[in-house]
C-alpha cells in the first residue's frame, strides 16, 4: 500500500535514538539550500504558512533545520530556534548568522513544556525510527493551542535512489499520516499533497531513475540536488512555489509527491 514503511538499502551512522545522520549530504544542502528550486519553492510555500500564525513574541522551533537559509529566513518573523542532529548542520546555520541554534542527540528536545507556539519539522520524520515519541515530543513543546506544520514525501512507490541517498525509512500515504498525528494527540487541522504541479515530472524522473540505477548501478550521492541551468531552475521554482497562494488561502491538492500537515497542540 501507498503509505507503508520501506527501508532503505544503504544504512548511515544514525543517532541514539534512530535519528539518520549523513554527513556528506550536508555540504550539498549547504550549497544548494540558497538557489535550487525545490528547497526555494518549499520555503516560500511554509513561509507564507508561517505568516499566518505569526503573533507577539511568536516563538518557532525549527526540528531538523539542516544548513540553515529555512531558520535564518525566519527570524525576521519572530524569535526562532533550530536543532539539529548534526554537527556539520550547525556550523553551517551558524555561518548563516543563525543565533540560536544547537546540536541534539537524539529524539528528545532540550525545551520545557509549552515553550514554542510553532515547531516546523520539514521533511525530517521519514528519518526517525521512533516517530511516535518524536510527535510527542513535538507536541509537548508547542503551547496549547499553538501549531505544528510539518512536510513529509508521499507515495511507496515512488521510493527511489534519491530516498537510498537521504536515509528515508519511509514514505507516507495521506491517510497514514493524519492516523499518526491523531494518535499523537494531535488536532489535525489540514494535511494535504503539495508539490503537485510538477508531480508528473517528478515521478518520471524517480521511475525513469529507478530503471537506469538496476541497469547502471553506479549513483552519485546527492545527485537531485544539483542545480539545474538558470533558467529551468527559475522556471521550476516559480511553478512550484506558485503552490503558496492556493495552500496558503486553504486549497488542498488531492496529490502530490510531498505532505504538508498542520496540526493544532490542544493540550493544556
Not at 103 to 128: A, T, W, Y
Not at 133 to 139: C, G, I, K, S, V
Request: proline share 4%; hydrophobic share 40%; glycine share 10%.
Amino acid at each position: 500500500m501507498a503509505g507503508e514503511a520501506c527501508e532503505p538499502k544503504d544504512a548511515g551512522r544514525s543517532g541514539s535514538e534512530g535519528l539518520i545522520v549523513k554527513e556528506p549530504l550536508y555540504s550539498i544542502f549547504n550549497l544548494s539550500e540558497e538557489r535550487h528550486w525545490w528547497f526555494r519553492g518549499r520555503r516560500r510555500i511554509i513561509l507564507d504558512l508561517v505568516e499566518k500564525y505569526i503573533s507577539p513574541n511568536f516563538r518557532v522551533l525549527d526540528v531538523g533545520c539542516g544548513a540553515g537559509e529555512t531558520l535564518r529566513r525566519l527570524e525576521g518573523m519572530g524569535d526562532p530556534v533550530g536543532v539539529d542532529i548534526s554537527e556539520e548542520a550547525v556550523r553551517y546555520c551558524r555561518r548563516r548568522g543563525c543565533g540560536k541554534v544547537s546540536r541534539v542527540d537524539g529524539i528528545e528536545l532540550p525545551f520545557q513544556k509549552g515553550e514554542f507556539d510553532l515547531v516546523l519539522s520539514l521533511d525530517v520524520l521519514e528519518h526517525i525510527a521512533d516517530e511516535k515519541r518524536a510527535l510527542a515530543e513535538y507536541r509537548r513543546v508547542i503551547k496549547p493551542g499553538g501549531r505544528l506544520i510539518l512536510t513529509v514525501p508521499a507515495y511507496r512507490w515512488l521510493w527511489s535512489g534519491h530516498d537510498n541517498d537521504n536515509q528515508h525509512l519511509r514514505r507516507y500515504g495521506r491517510r497514514q499520516l493524519e492516523e499518526r498525528l491523531v494518535t499523537a494527540g494531535l488536532k489535525v487541522e489540514r494535511v494535504t499533497f503539495y508539490c503537485t504541479r510538477l508531480f508528473p515530472l517528478i515521478a518520471a524522473v524517480r521511475l525513469i531513475g529507478n530503471v537506469i540505477d538496476r541497469i547502471l548501478p553506479s549513483r552519485k550521492v546527492g545527485r537531485d540536488f544539483k542545480i539545474p541551468g538558470v533558467f529551468c531552475n527559475r522556471l521550476l521554482e516559480k511553478i512550484f512555489a506558485g503552490e503558496s497562494v492556493p495552500l496558503s488561502a486553504g486549497r488542498d491538492f488531492p496529490f502530490g509527491s510531498s505532505l504538508l500537515a498542520v496540526c493544532r497542540n490542544e493540550m493544556t
